[in-house]
């Protein structure tokens, strides 16, 4: 099985760029965007002057819990830049969601309370809500991490979006809000309440 296959059956369809926009991602983005695989792991990630965002990151089935998506994200943080990352809400029923969000949560990941994310998808044409994940080496505020969001969004999910999907996204103004005064709660404090 490929990168890209792994990736499509882990992670929902809405969630999923084409393969060709990841491989144009890979080519014309090739200071930025990069693709980090083993027989055992897949991870996408763009690296920026200010910050990381991962894209993607698969472990395989037989091989988690064995610190491999660890080391990864021990990796990452050696670069000493904020790392950001998209996961789904919560939901009690998919206990790979849990897994996911304990994962972050043990390697010292912030949920972004003053953040909203919420983009429809040209696969499904539905809305896809969205959190945002975020570690920071120095304290980086979530004003700083929004604006780091936006920049993603601009130059990796919409590159080139009309031409590969015949559409285009939404913009990052329609996607993405900051409110400090509407503060959500922690998406880790929703794992402890479900442990009660």
Do not use: C
């Not at 539905?126 to 304290?139: F, Q, R, V």
């Not at 601009?154 to 400090?180: M, N, P, W």
């Amino acid at each position: 099985m490929n990168w890209y296959e792994k990736l499509s059956k882990y992670f929902p369809i809405e969630e999923m760029k084409s393969r060709e926009h990841m491989e144009l991602l890979l080519k014309e983005k090739a200071d930025v965007y990069f693709k980090d695989e083993s027989e055992n792991h897949v991870l996408m990630y763009a690296e920026f002057d200010h910050f990381l965002f991962i894209d993607y990151l698969y472990v395989a089935a037989n091989t988690r819990g064995q610190g491999v998506g660890g080391k990864l994200i021990d990796r990452m943080k050696k670069k000493g830049k904020p790392i950001l990352l998209e996961v789904e809400p919560l939901q009690y029923e998919d206990s790979d969601s849990k897994k996911r969000l304990r994962f972050y949560e043990r390697q010292g990941f912030q949920h972004a309370q003053t953040i909203g994310y919420n983009r429809r998808s040209l696969a499904t044409d539905k809305e896809n809500p969205m959190e945002i994940l975020y570690w920071t080496p120095n304290e980086e505020s979530e004003k700083e991490i929004f604006e780091a969001m936006r920049d993603m969004y601009e130059q990796i999910h919409t590159y080139k979006d009309r031409q590969l999907y015949g559409e285009a996204y939404q913009t990052s103004d329609e996607v993405l809000t900051f409110s400090k005064d509407r503060a959500k709660d922690s998406i880790f404090n929703a794992l402890e309440d479900k442990q009660k």
